[in-house]
């Protein structure tokens, strides 16, 4: 018996695809009528898409396989938002969401916010009933950072602040904080002062520089505790009937992840 979809698990006009031909071809793209989706492998109808199941095989114009999937977040943040920054990337993220425990609800400050990369993640992480306040001093990032937003509809999950928050931020009672700004050593009375009682911050910095300069500052401040430094490596394989094995090229080096939670500072 043929199972009856609902509307959500087939594509209809206006959904996002991800057009998987294979590991180097995915290919994102809005579903509109008459739209043909091309690619060294031959072009798609958009309208062969509509009415199919999610995760159904189409062909190329070179009868060349593909497959039409719902694409997830990680999709839509690395194909479709504009980097005018360096950004966090998804190996540290996943880590950085974890130590945090944040989820649905949480109230989240960001520094600084770059592209809104992270910011996206943040937000879609919290979404519905929490927000993100995110603060740059750059105002012509916080622009593409806004059209990022807008782009995945996360913008309404997010609040976005020109100003430096070396010099305070305006909010208070925040579950957790992220921070990626090169001296956020200068900003831990204002972080401190932001985050709840017993609040997590994940701080992702590039540089052992850094990291010394932010781990002293972090125990000369006083009002932290559980200080932690990570460094994410993830290294893909290779998968063939034949021969597994590593990758042989990997990310190298991207930055480091200093957590620490937040105590009552001793007078
Ligand atoms: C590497 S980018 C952040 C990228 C972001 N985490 C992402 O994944 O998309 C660092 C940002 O910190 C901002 N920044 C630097 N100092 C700051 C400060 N004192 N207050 C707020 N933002 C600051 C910079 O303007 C820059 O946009």
Do not use: C
């Amino acid at each position: 018996m043929t199972p009856v979809l609902s509307q959500n698990e087939v594509f209809n006009y206006g959904d996002y695809a991800l057009i998987y031909i294979d590991k180097r071809r995915k290919i994102l793209t809005r579903l509109k009528q008459g739209e043909k989706i091309s690619s060294d492998k031959g072009v798609i109808a958009a309208d062969d898409i509509i009415g199919k199941e999610k995760g159904s095989q189409i062909k190329t114009s070179l009868n060349i396989r593909a497959w039409a999937l719902k694409p997830l977040i990680l999709d839509y943040i690395d194909k479709s938002l504009k980097r005018v920054t360096q950004v966090i990337y998804p190996k540290d993220l996943g880590f950085i969401i974890l130590m945090l425990g944040l989820g649905s609800g949480a109230k989240v400050l960001e520094a600084g916010v770059g592209s809104g990369n992270t910011t996206a993640l943040l937000a879609h992480i919290v979404k519905p009933d929490g927000h993100v306040y995110g603060y740059d001093i750059r105002e012509e990032f916080l622009k593409v950072a806004k059209e990022n937003l807008e782009k995945l509809g996360l913008d309404k999950y997010v609040t976005l602040r020109l100003a430096d928050v070396r010099k305070g931020i305006d909010e208070t009672g925040f579950d957790a904080a992220v921070i990626d700004m090169p001296d956020p050593w200068e900003a831990l009375e204002a972080l401190h002062t932001s985050l709840k009682p017993s609040a997590p911050i994940a701080f992702f910095i590039p540089s052992i520089q850094q990291l010394i300069k932010l781990y002293n500052a972090l125990e000369d401040f006083g009002g932290f505790i559980d200080i932690r430094a990570f460094e994410i490596m993830l290294r893909e394989f290779e998968l063939s009937r034949t021969a597994i094995r590593p990758s042989t090229y990997m990310v190298g080096h991207t930055g480091f992840i200093v957590f620490a939670r937040k105590i009552v500072k001793s007078t």
